[in-house]
Structure formats: structure tokens, C-alpha cells
């Protein structure tokens, strides 16, 4: 028996003792969901980083964890909404009534999240209803609309009424850095996002003309692309300070990581998914058998975990520059003053009955948690 085949037989010894260890406490998490038992489990997976291997317990674990988001959270005393589905923080906006705010939206995704929403006028009538009752069927019924997983944001604000928004995109989205002022514009049977500069490169449809009655509601759409030369910084800065010193954050976990398709056509010639940099596509191994001295899976273990963990450390380092920007802003005395934070993951379940919660896996299973983690870890450390 040669050395090498020794050794991996004891890693596959204690590698079975770790799972079954690990599937124990999983069937436990699930019937208790002990958040003790969550951390316990999660501090495991970090302190081994073996992402590869350990590719399905990180799933198993995310699945679990999705349970803790239904529990109204903050961070310092900033309000923050966690979902598996971006569509799904209208409800979460509603509830807080942000036409009160006269503050910036600031977010950082990897897709626009305007499209079209069916009987979308029956939005802002759901929301005045809440406001008038209180009750919480409207919101419901307004979600109910919003099913659409790319209607997160035209959802809130055809709803809550128009902001300013700065979209920050990452450096693997091609379109160009534009800014138009909008309008919303009620078509009887559906409302609609209308630039006033006709002919703009713009997600939403165009019109030439502003009626009257909306021309007091003119906002500002900014896309800001986030590259290495910061010069971005100065541009968020005053388009926030238009409106304050407090703008709502919104991120989308496919900022850091998109499991799209490669291209570099624009979304208007192409409007299809995005993949970002260094994408590791997520791939099953039949690992090595001990007693099966032939077998090559390992090799291929060897590159898959090479390539994932070349990904994961340019994920740490989109995280750091993030909270790097986050960081200028508050020392500039900007900080949200509501937060939303979308996976945009694949998982079984949702509160949301009519969302689609097995499709549109931008981030991937096996990455959602660590993402979700260090982001809200670093969010608590920063506010």
C-alpha cells in the first residue's frame, strides 16, 4: 500500500465522520432552528474552507438559513429586509412607507430589475389602500403582482412613487453610464417608466413629451459603473446629497457573483443573463474512491477546486471594495437609513406563493450563504 493511497484513505475516513457529524446536526437545525446550531455549523464550513467538497453542505446549510429571514432584523438602527428573491422586497418598502422618504435609492445589482409589471396601475391603489387601513392584505396583493424576479425595482416604484436612483453596476456589465431624468406615466391599464430624453439609451420606454400632471415628479436614473479608478466615489456622493444626508441600499448578492451566460454585447442587442469574471460554473465530482487506485476524479477535484477558489478570493475583494464605497459615504456622514439585501438564489420554498423560486439561480446555491454572511458581517462591523 504506497503512501499516497494511505493518506487518502484516511481523508476519506474523517471526511465521513464530518458528514455524518454535519447531516446530525442539519436534521436537528431543521426541526429546531436554533440559531446556535446555525452558527455552529456555518463557523464549521468557514473554518475547513473547503468549498468544493463541501459543496452540498454549504447548499443544505443555505436552504436552513432561509428560515431566519422571516424575523425582523437591524443593523445598529437601520432597518434591513433579507430575501431569497429581489421582487420580494415590495413588500418590505410598502411596510415602511417610504413615499415619506425624499431620499436616494442606491443600488448594486447586476440586472436593471425594470421590467414590465401586469396591472401594474393596480400598484399605487394597493399601497394608498394599506396606508388608509393598515392592513396587510394590500401589501400581500401588491406582491402577488410583482412575481416577476426583474420587476424588483420598476414594482417599488411604481408603487411607493417615483425616487432618484443610482444603479452601481459591476464591471463585467457592458451598457454604457447614462443619466436621464424619468417619469411615471399612467396608461390607464398599466403604468409605465418614461425617460423625458427620447432616443436615450434607457431600460425603460420612451416618450417625448411629459404630460402636465408629471411634471413635478421628474427623478433621476444614474448608472454608475464601479471601476478601479474611483472616480466613481465623488459621483455617488453628490447624487445622494441632492436628497440628504440618508438613502435607502438596496444589493442584489449577484453584484459580487452572477451565474449568467459570457457575452459583451449590451443588454439592448443581447438581454440575456450576465456571467461575472472568474465564474467557477458549479460542477459535481465523483471524488476518488480510496479502493479504486485508477480513478481521475481527483484530478479533476484538484482544478475545480483551484478554479473556485481563485473565484472566491475575487469575491472577498469585490465585498472589501463595496464596503471600501459604503465607508467613504458614511465618512462623508451618508449612510441608508433602510436596507434590502436580495440572494438571488435558487431554493424550494418562499413566502412569496406566485414567485418563481427554482429558476434564476444569479448566485449560486453553493455560494449564497458564504456571500450572504461576509456582506452582513461587514455591514454590522461598518454601521
Given at each position: 500500500?504506497?503512501?499516497?493511497?494511505?493518506?487518502?484513505?484516511?481523508?476519506?475516513?474523517?471526511?465521513?465522520?464530518?458528514?455524518?457529524?454535519?447531516?446530525?446536526?442539519?436534521?436537528?437545525?431543521?426541526?429546531?432552528?436554533?440559531?446556535?446550531?446555525?452558527?455552529?455549523?456555518?463557523?464549521?464550513?468557514?473554518?475547513?474552507?473547503?468549498?468544493?467538497?463541501?459543496?452540498?453542505?454549504?447548499?443544505?446549510?443555505?436552504?436552513?438559513?432561509?428560515?431566519?429571514?422571516?424575523?425582523?432584523?437591524?443593523?445598529?438602527?437601520?432597518?434591513?429586509?433579507?430575501?431569497?428573491?429581489?421582487?420580494?422586497?415590495?413588500?418590505?418598502?410598502?411596510?415602511?412607507?417610504?413615499?415619506?422618504?425624499?431620499?436616494?435609492?442606491?443600488?448594486?445589482?447586476?440586472?436593471?430589475?425594470?421590467?414590465?409589471?401586469?396591472?401594474?396601475?393596480?400598484?399605487?391603489?394597493?399601497?394608498?389602500?394599506?396606508?388608509?387601513?393598515?392592513?396587510?392584505?394590500?401589501?400581500?396583493?401588491?406582491?402577488?403582482?410583482?412575481?416577476?424576479?426583474?420587476?424588483?425595482?420598476?414594482?417599488?416604484?411604481?408603487?411607493?412613487?417615483?425616487?432618484?436612483?443610482?444603479?452601481?453596476?459591476?464591471?463585467?456589465?457592458?451598457?454604457?453610464?447614462?443619466?436621464?431624468?424619468?417619469?411615471?406615466?399612467?396608461?390607464?391599464?398599466?403604468?409605465?417608466?418614461?425617460?423625458?430624453?427620447?432616443?436615450?439609451?434607457?431600460?425603460?420606454?420612451?416618450?417625448?413629451?411629459?404630460?402636465?400632471?408629471?411634471?413635478?415628479?421628474?427623478?433621476?436614473?444614474?448608472?454608475?459603473?464601479?471601476?478601479?479608478?474611483?472616480?466613481?466615489?465623488?459621483?455617488?456622493?453628490?447624487?445622494?446629497?441632492?436628497?440628504?444626508?440618508?438613502?435607502?441600499?438596496?444589493?442584489?448578492?449577484?453584484?459580487?457573483?452572477?451565474?449568467?451566460?459570457?457575452?459583451?454585447?449590451?443588454?439592448?442587442?443581447?438581454?440575456?443573463?450576465?456571467?461575472?469574471?472568474?465564474?467557477?460554473?458549479?460542477?459535481?465530482?465523483?471524488?476518488?474512491?480510496?479502493?479504486?487506485?485508477?480513478?481521475?476524479?481527483?484530478?479533476?477535484?484538484?482544478?475545480?477546486?483551484?478554479?473556485?477558489?481563485?473565484?472566491?478570493?475575487?469575491?472577498?475583494?469585490?465585498?472589501?471594495?463595496?464596503?471600501?464605497?459604503?465607508?467613504?459615504?458614511?465618512?462623508?456622514?451618508?449612510?441608508?437609513?433602510?436596507?434590502?439585501?436580495?440572494?438571488s438564489s435558487n431554493v424550494m420554498f418562499s413566502d412569496c406563493i406566485n414567485c418563481n423560486t427554482i429558476s434564476n439561480g444569479y448566485v449560486p446555491s453553493n455560494l449564497a450563504l458564504y456571500i450572504h454572511n461576509k456582506v452582513v458581517n461587514k455591514?454590522?462591523?461598518?454601521?
Amino acid at each position: 500500500m504506497n503512501v499516497e493511497f494511505l493518506y487518502r484513505m484516511i481523508a476519506k475516513r474523517d471526511y465521513d465522520n464530518f458528514i455524518n457529524s454535519f447531516s446530525k446536526d442539519i436534521v436537528k437545525l431543521s426541526k429546531t432552528h436554533s440559531k446556535a446550531l446555525f452558527d455552529k455549523l456555518l463557523n464549521s464550513l468557514l473554518k475547513r474552507k473547503k468549498f468544493t467538497i463541501d459543496q452540498h453542505l454549504w447548499e443544505m446549510l443555505y436552504y436552513e438559513s432561509v428560515y431566519f429571514y422571516k424575523t425582523p432584523s437591524k443593523i445598529n438602527d437601520i432597518p434591513i429586509c433579507y430575501v431569497t428573491k429581489h421582487n420580494q422586497i415590495l413588500s418590505f418598502y410598502m411596510a415602511k412607507k417610504i413615499h415619506k422618504l425624499n431620499c436616494t435609492i442606491v443600488r448594486f445589482d447586476t440586472h436593471s430589475d425594470l421590467n414590465e409589471i401586469k396591472e401594474s396601475n393596480k400598484l399605487p391603489y394597493l399601497y394608498e389602500k394599506f396606508l388608509d387601513t393598515g392592513d396587510k392584505k394590500y401589501i400581500n396583493k401588491a406582491q402577488d403582482l410583482v412575481w416577476d424576479i426583474g420587476a424588483a425595482k420598476s414594482g417599488v416604484i411604481m408603487a411607493t412613487g417615483s425616487k432618484d436612483i443610482i444603479w452601481c453596476l459591476p464591471l463585467w456589465v457592458p451598457d454604457k453610464e447614462i443619466k436621464v431624468e424619468y417619469f411615471i406615466k399612467d396608461n390607464k391599464k398599466s403604468l409605465s417608466l418614461n425617460s423625458i430624453d427620447e432616443g436615450s439609451e434607457f431600460d425603460m420606454n420612451l416618450s417625448s413629451k411629459v404630460p402636465t400632471k408629471y411634471k413635478n415628479d421628474l427623478k433621476i436614473y444614474q448608472k454608475v459603473q464601479i471601476n478601479s479608478k474611483r472616480n466613481y466615489l465623488k459621483k455617488i456622493k453628490d447624487l445622494i446629497m441632492k436628497n440628504g444626508n440618508e438613502y435607502i441600499l438596496d444589493i442584489d448578492l449577484d453584484y459580487f457573483v452572477c451565474n449568467g451566460d459570457k457575452f459583451t454585447k449590451s443588454y439592448f442587442e443581447q438581454p440575456f443573463d450576465l456571467q461575472s469574471f472568474y465564474r467557477a460554473k458549479t460542477k459535481y465530482i465523483n471524488q476518488n474512491m480510496p479502493r479504486n487506485t485508477n480513478d481521475t476524479s481527483s484530478d479533476e477535484l484538484k482544478a475545480y477546486e483551484k478554479k473556485v477558489n481563485i473565484e472566491i478570493k475575487k469575491i472577498n475583494k469585490r465585498i472589501k471594495e463595496f464596503i471600501s464605497l459604503l465607508r467613504h459615504l458614511k465618512n462623508y456622514n451618508l449612510v441608508p437609513c433602510l436596507i434590502s439585501m436580495s440572494d438571488s438564489s435558487n431554493v424550494m420554498f418562499s413566502d412569496c406563493i406566485n414567485c418563481n423560486t427554482i429558476s434564476n439561480g444569479y448566485v449560486p446555491s453553493n455560494l449564497a450563504l458564504y456571500i450572504h454572511n461576509k456582506v452582513v458581517n461587514k455591514l454590522k462591523e461598518l454601521f
